[in-house]
């Protein structure tokens, strides 16, 4: 059973950082395609990042330049590492896991495992 835990969530300045982390069974960083997704309040989810089993990367647009998305297979964890932060970030954040290659890495009905979130406050 795939358990994801997220952390490093909190309140900052626009154009401060933060870096999110993602606490993983063992082996799911190794064997699992892994992405950051987000949801703000009214809105739907959305895909932030994606690193596949690789280390590809995808990057939403609006984060490109800005946000970075890593894995250390060894500590089984998965990270965010957001810079230069918009109010427009803030969001609960969703580590995710999926066994087989998403369709499309920004599609949240292609990953099966979820953490339960993190939030992310990005005040003006």
């Known amino acids: 059973q795939v358990q994801l835990v997220e952390s490093g969530g909190g309140s900052v300045q626009a154009g401060g950082s933060l870096r999110l982390s993602c606490a993983a069974s063992?082996?799911?960083?190794?064997?699992?395609?892994m992405a950051w997704f987000r949801q703000a309040l009214g809105k739907e989810r959305e895909g932030v990042a994606s690193?596949?089993?690789?280390?590809?990367?995808n990057y939403a647009d609006s984060v490109k330049g800005r946000f970075t998305i890593s894995k250390d297979n060894a500590k089984n964890s998965l990270y965010l590492q957001m810079s230069r932060l918009k109010p427009e970030d803030t969001a609960t954040y969703y580590c995710?896991?999926?066994?087989?290659?998403?369709?499309?890495?920004?599609?949240?009905?292609?990953?099966?495992?979820w953490g339960q979130g993190t939030q992310v406050t990005v005040s003006s």
């Open positions: 995710a896991a999926n066994y087989l290659r998403p369709g499309t890495w920004s599609d949240a009905r292609d990953f099966t495992y």
């Open positions: 063992r082996y799911t960083v190794d064997y699992y395609h």
């Open positions: 690193i596949d089993i690789d280390g590809r990367t």
